[in-house]
């Protein structure tokens, strides 16, 4: 993460920041053909090559929308999200989610995080809601944009 002086308690005060942007990640076929395994979603535009190639407005076999949503938590995590005095950071949540380009197989794409709220809960939590922009290399279209909600866990006091 670009900032060295991000911590659950400096967090509220970097509202409005860019966190980053994650290293390059490739959507090959064999990681879709893996999720659609893992899900049972096995859409010939996602699974069947040679039919995608010939019929699929895309040219050829595009990403599931939920697989690339679900490249947001290992990409926010490489972004450092979880700051060294939190003991760690919880899925909470998803809010506006739009699906705006296809991701064709083979291609590789991004995260780039921003830092929308940072709000103190009870109990030493802090609940993060971060935009993330999944980008797709050589494409003037994002694959997608979300809300993400991340509940950080305090470290418990030394006693």
């Not at 900032?3 to 659950?8: G, I, K, N, V």
Request: proline share 6%.
């Amino acid at each position: 993460m670009a900032m060295p002086d991000y911590s659950m308690k400096t967090a509220p005060q970097l509202v409005g920041r860019e966190l980053g942007t994650s290293d390059w990640v490739t959507v090959g076929q064999d990681r879709i053909d893996q999720f659609a395994a893992c899900t049972g979603d096995h859409q010939w535009i996602h699974v069947d090559v040679a039919r995608a190639k010939r019929e699929s407005p895309f040219g050829g076999p595009v990403a599931h929308g939920y697989l690339t949503l679900s490249l947001l938590a290992a990409s926010v995590m490489e972004l450092g999200v979880i700051p060294p005095d939190a003991a760690t950071g919880l899925n909470y949540g998803l809010g506006k989610v739009r699906f705006i380009a296809p991701v064709k197989a083979g291609a590789r794409v991004r995260t780039r995080a921003n830092l929308l709220a940072a709000e103190p809960q009870s109990g030493g939590r802090m609940l993060l809601k971060l935009q993330c922009t999944l980008e797709i290399e050589g494409e003037a279209k994002p694959a997608l944009v979300a809300e993400v909600l991340c509940m950080l866990i305090g470290k418990p006091a030394a006693s």
